[in-house]
């Protein structure tokens, strides 16, 4: 298998160069279809973007596998896997709202071993390879100092679902009153890289997919933060929680779990 070295440099220069050509095709026409419900949408744009990842990764490493949010997924003969999201927070690229990425992370069979996130609207990539610590660019990153749970600035999301939204907005009006506030970004790879640079304390969401965290989960912990998925507890749904300390992780996942599985359409 290649070092993590080769695949961190890779896992770099693939998601900064989706993340040019998604900027290059921002202000074109954009064809947009939906997915899963009539607010879950994908643009031709999240398409060639993940065509183009595809294309890259199999020039370089054609043994590797590929996940792939839009479909692109294919099954290689090695143990390594690439989980990509060519556009992390489609709705906001749509808009405008500039909180859009393209993630790309690399695992072997049980660990991730490089992380890329570029953020397209400000330019800068945040990446991390196992053992190597967080970077933003070049600078190192580290999670914010611990602070009291009423003082933290929680991260969250929110389904494609309308039922779903509603269930998450009653837990998130269950804790509200606990913590400093809520910010509600758009895209889970950035949410969690923003918790691992210290512009977040916590994150939570339930239903991301792998392609939305799996990248940005390595940064968090590269930069010294917590990360808690799925245990035999949630009754359903791929619960997320990052935190830069346990208390604040475990305060986050015991309040959520009551109020678990959020309802579907
Ligand atoms: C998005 C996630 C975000 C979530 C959005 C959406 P997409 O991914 O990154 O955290 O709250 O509803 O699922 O669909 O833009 O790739």
């Known amino acids: 298998m290649q070092s993590y070295q080769t695949l961190v440099e890779a896992a770099k220069t693939f998601a900064t160069e989706a993340a040019n050509l998604v900027r290059s095709s921002r202000n074109e026409q954009l064809s947009i279809s939906s997915k899963s ?30 996940i ?52 397209i609207p400000e330019n800068a990539l945040y990446w991390s390879g196992k053992g190597m610590g967080a970077f933003k660019n070049s600078s190192q990153i580290h999670v914010r100092d611990k602070v009291a749970i009423s003082k933290s600035l929680i991260g969250t999301g929110f389904g494609y679902s309308a039922l779903r939204r509603v269930a998450q907005a009653k837990f998130l009006a269950s804790i509200i009153g606990e913590v400093r506030d809520i910010r509600r970004a ?37 930069a010294g933060g917590t990360i808690l998925g799925p245990t035999d507890e949630e009754p359903s749904g791929e619960l997320t929680i990052g935190a830069s300390n346990l208390e604040l992780a475990d305060f986050l996942r015991r309040k959520v779990i009551p109020f678990l599985p959020f309802e579907e359409d």
Not at 76 to 95: H, Q
């Open 37 to 66: 419900s009539i607010t879950d949408m994908v643009t031709d744009v999240d398409k060639a973007a993940e065509n183009y990842l595809v294309e890259r990764i199999h020039q370089v490493f054609p043994e590797h596998s590929i």
């Open 68 to 119: 792939a949010e839009e479909g692109s997924d294919h099954k290689g003969s090695s143990e390594v896997s690439w989980i990509i999201d060519p556009i992390d927070g489609t709705t906001n690229f749509i808009y405008g709202f500039p909180s859009y990425s393209v993630s790309v992370g690399v695992r072997t069979h049980d660990d991730v071993v490089a992380g890329a996130v570029y953020n």
């Open 186 to 222: 758009g895209a889970a790879s950035l949410d969690l890289c923003f918790l691992a640079e210290g512009r977040l304390d916590g994150y939570y969401e339930a239903g991301l997919w792998p392609w939305d965290y799996t990248a940005a989960a390595l940064i968090v912990r590269e």
